[in-house]
């Protein structure tokens, strides 16, 4: 039986999601997908993975919002989140901001367009593959 790390990339751009989940099943990951932060956030509490891939930008709850709930929980705070984002440092036409992201307690800040390759080595980066 093989022991597999779980990963939970959660993206409302399915074939970004797509694309990332190929990669790290590549890579031995047993990987599953949500497309909002609500499902996310259902997903980790019905089985909690070894690492979060999570977007910013996304519907209903976003990136931000799903990182501070989650880190604020003790059952769920020591995954490794890492948030991916198409906000640059110098946008200001969102209510996003870089300045955000760096404030959450995310173990990792991926600025998109993200290689399924940067993902990849993010995430066995946090789990010392």
Not at 20 to 27: H, I, R, S
Request: proline share 4%.
């Amino acid at each position: 039986m093989t022991d597999k790390k779980r990963i939970l990339v959660v993206d409302d751009e399915p074939d970004f999601a797509s694309i990332v989940q190929g990669n790290l099943e590549k890579e031995g990951f047993e990987v599953d997908v949500a497309y909002n932060g609500v499902e996310g956030i259902e997903k980790v509490k019905a089985n909690a993975p070894d690492a979060i891939v999570l977007d910013v930008m996304m519907p209903e709850k976003d990136g931000y919002e799903v990182c501070k709930e989650l880190k604020a929980d003790e059952k769920y705070a020591d995954i490794p989140i890492i948030l991916l984002t198409a906000v640059a440092s110098h946008v200001t036409s969102t209510r996003y901001s870089h300045a955000d992201g760096m404030s959450t307690e995310a173990d990792d800040y991926i600025a998109k367009p993200a290689s399924a390759e940067d993902i990849t080595t993010s995430v066995k980066g946090l789990l010392g593959m």
